[in-house]
């Protein structure tokens, strides 16, 4: 009840309205009459292949403690594929480098053409060329194979990934997985790379940025340092190429629980701070995380219904300001995600009637 989804609606309205390209990762359809308004392009994430190979800066580096010490974001790609292998505990570091050295040879050999069937073909000549029967590796191959062309999953992860360039906003829709929470938690890193992908593939002057809205929770399933080191590296590397990452949870107590929600908040330059539901119970737990008057003032922030605004704290550069977010009755209504305000414009919709009408009716009957 804060408003959290409406006002990152406005942030990405403003964005597009400036130039900027946004990406959004979401579930739950939050941002489709926003997408099909402005023209945006609107993707079924099951529909597509998601090859971590093909659109990422295979030989790039990232800064990520400052210029003096760099990583190469092929490390991203083995910490992917530990991920893909092991999603809720971390593998061995021997089987980081059997995954370092199947990637490597992957991309040796077919560059952006490579899929999971190269890095599993590599790992089985690592098996069967050197006589080697370590189970370490022979673990990770049957770990990793149902990725591969002839496993469950070989359709989604074996191909080309198509670049995104239609327009300035795209919509992943992760819907199709949520019956699946595990691949959808996958789908959710191999997304990260795939959309950093998009950043590289374009104009460096162009701000680009990602939201990540109701499915930022499988990110922060479990507790596992491979994946919170993905996450620092991802978000990171976002900013080379003038991007950048937004993540949105319903409390603060979210991004504390796990490394990977610890790993989220540390890369954050940038924190909006709306309604908390639970706020006394973080305050016991974190009685120093803000002064008396942050304290105060974010105990009062109401819910959008009553007061007809939202409310909002912003941290930024070791300084923190105070605001209100407006909403004028038409757009509360095409950035709503409540139930019954997106479903009476959806059944109008189904009638024949075009998304403006829709929501100037809808918001004349509610507002």
């Known amino acids: 009840g804060a408003g959290k989804s409406m006002f ?9 309205a400036m130039g900027e390209m946004t990406y959004v990762i979401d579930l739950g359809e939050s941002y489709k009459h926003l997408c099909e308004l402005v023209g945006g392009t609107y993707i079924d994430v099951t529909n597509i292949t998601l090859n971590p190979f093909t659109l990422f800066d295979f030989e790039g580096k990232t800064a990520i ?12 790609i083995r910490d992917l594929l530990s991920i893909m292998a092991c999603p809720h505990e971390p593998i061995s570091d021997v089987q980081k480098s059997y995954l370092l050295d199947a990637a490597m040879k992957a991309w040796n050999e077919k560059g952006k053409k490579a899929c ?17 029967t370590d189970q370490r590796l022979q673990d990770l ?25 239609q327009s300035n906003f795209v919509v992943f829709e992760m819907g199709g997985f949520q019956n ?11 997304m990260i790379v795939i959309i950093q992908g998009q950043f590289y593939q374009s104009p460096r002057h162009i701000k680009k940025r990602c939201i990540i809205d109701e499915a930022w929770r499988f990110l922060c399933e479990g507790s596992n340092p491979i994946a919170a080191n993905f996450i620092e590296q991802g978000f990171r590397t976002a900013r080379k190429h003038n991007g950048g990452f937004g993540v949105l949870t319903q409390y603060l107590l979210d991004t504390e629980k796990t490394i990977q929600g610890q790993a ?18 973080y305050l016991q737990k974190n009685p120093k995380r803000f002064n008396r008057l942050q304290q105060e003032m974010i105990s009062n922030f109401s819910d959008v219904q009553s007061s007809g605004f939202s409310n909002l704290m ?8 105070f605001h209100r977010y407006f909403a004028d009755p038409f757009t509360r209504i095409l950035f709503s995600s409540s139930g019954e305000e997106f479903s009476a414009i959806e059944k109008r919709m189904r009638s024949g009637m075009n998304l403006m009408d829709a929501v100037k009716e809808v918001s004349l009957e509610f507002y």
């Open 8 to 16: 990152q609606q406005a942030q990405i309205l403003s964005g597009l």
């Open 65 to 76: 403690k400052g210029s003096a010490e760099e990583v190469a974001d092929y490390i991203q």
């Open 116 to 132: 999971m069937d190269d890095v599993l073909d590599a790992l089985a000549q690592r098996m069967d060329g050197a006589g080697d």
């Open 141 to 165: 191959w049957i770990l990793l194979s149902k990725y591969g062309t002839q496993g469950v999953y070989g359709k989604l992860f074996n191909g080309d990934t198509p670049f995104v360039n």
């Open 180 to 190: 699946n929470p595990d691949l959808l938690m996958i789908v959710m890193f191999v």
């Open 264 to 281: 989220i908040a540390a890369s954050s330059d940038i924190k909006i701070i709306m309604r908390q539901g639970n706020f006394n119970d």
């Open 314 to 321: 912003i941290e930024a550069g070791g300084h923190y300001s």
